[in-house]
């Protein structure tokens, strides 16, 4: 199958900053490809390349067939791009900023409005309210149906649900669903672990490098080590107890509960373990095995990165 956005080598120094560091990825028709990593991991220097607002020291990218050296002018008109601030007229109203992004790209909203339809019916009770003045997640349904209404050939999300409430997160993600069942792919960055995992597939980004990149199960099922979970009152006492011991790569709080991950689980290990916290533990704890979800398998990886 041939990717419909494509990126080779590609390296971005500031100064001294190395911000991205030979990423290379490709992304096909139907898909929506995630990025995830902590602030300065490359993301948005990442964005700013594929749509051709920066131009990279080295390294290639095409957007259906489109080179953004070459044919920055078309790609420009034909993709969708959110960056990651609020890049609306705040002093237009909802209408005003629909109606100029479509005049601006020659389509008009009434040609597009089935691709914003679900989202824009959404919108509708403030059509007339200025965007400035509209809550975090009607602003970000409102920049998506911007970047929508000329009908893009790809559309590019820098975290376009940072700071939205938990309900709007939802919505938004069921919108990119359909958007991307109707043939346009997606590329999205996002602090949200829930969110990677509703991508197709996730690029785990760390100091400008992929670290992984693969479907969010495959990502989970290549999990390295076994993990237990400790329960308990207070969950410094079993990180202190522990910290040291040799079979343990990472050790870290998730939700009400202390997350251990080993590297080996022989039979003296784990009465190493046992023994530690049944001699240190100064209040009832339950200790269990328990299977990684997405935001383990990431964790492990930063915390590998920072070994
Ligand atoms: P992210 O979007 O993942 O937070 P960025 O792409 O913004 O990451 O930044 C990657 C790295 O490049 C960071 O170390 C950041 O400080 C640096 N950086 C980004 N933009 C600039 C700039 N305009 N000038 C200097 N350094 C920059």
Redesign the pocket.
């Known amino acids: 199958m041939q990717a419909f956005i494509s990126a080779q080598g590609l390296v ?1 120094h ?2 001294n ?4 560091d030979n990423v290379s990825f490709e992304v096909y028709q139907n898909e929506i490809l995630g ?1 995830i ?12 390349i594929l749509t051709t607002l920066l131009i990279p020291d080295a390294g290639e990218a095409s957007i259906n067939g489109m080179d953004i050296h070459k044919d920055y002018g078309k790609i420009r008109a034909s993709i969708g791009f959110m960056p ?1 601030k609020f890049s609306l007229y705040q002093d237009l109203t909802v209408q005003e900023n629909l109606s100029f992004f479509a005049n601006i790209f020659g389509s008009s909203i009434e040609e597009n409005y089935h691709l914003i339809k679900g989202i824009y019916e959404l919108l509708k009770p403030f059509a007339n309210r200025k965007a400035g003045a509209l809550s975090g997640g009607m602003k970000q349904k409102l920049a998506l149906c911007c970047a929508l209404i000329h009908k893009p050939l790809a559309l590019f999300l ?2 376009p649900t940072t700071g939205v409430d938990a309900v709007s997160r939802t919505e938004f993600w069921d919108n990119l669903m359909q958007i991307r069942d109707s043939g346009i792919p997606i590329v999205v ?1 996002t602090p949200y672990m829930d969110e990677a995992t509703r991508c197709d597939r996730v690029a785990m ?1 760390h ?2 490098r992929i670290m992984k990149l693969d479907t969010p199960d495959n990502i989970i099922k290549g999990y390295d080590g076994k993990l237990l979970s400790i329960t308990c009152k207070d969950r410094q006492k079993p990180k202190a107890l522990l910290q040291n011991e040799a079979a343990i790569t990472s050790l870290y709080s998730f939700g009400d509960a202390l997350h251990i991950s080993l590297n080996n689980t022989d039979a003296s290990t784990l009465k190493l373990i046992s023994s530690k916290l049944e001699q240190g533990m100064d209040s009832p704890y339950q200790i269990k095995e328990v299977f990684p979800i997405f935001e383990d398998c990431f964790l492990q990886l930063m915390g590998q990165m920072k070994k």
């Not at 900053?17 to 991205?20: E, R």
């Not at 902590?38 to 948005?44: E, T």
């Open positions: 971005k500031y100064g900053t190395l911000a991205l990025f990593g902590p602030d300065g991991a490359g993301k948005s220097t990442l964005f700013e990651g820098d975290e960055s980004i100091n400008g």
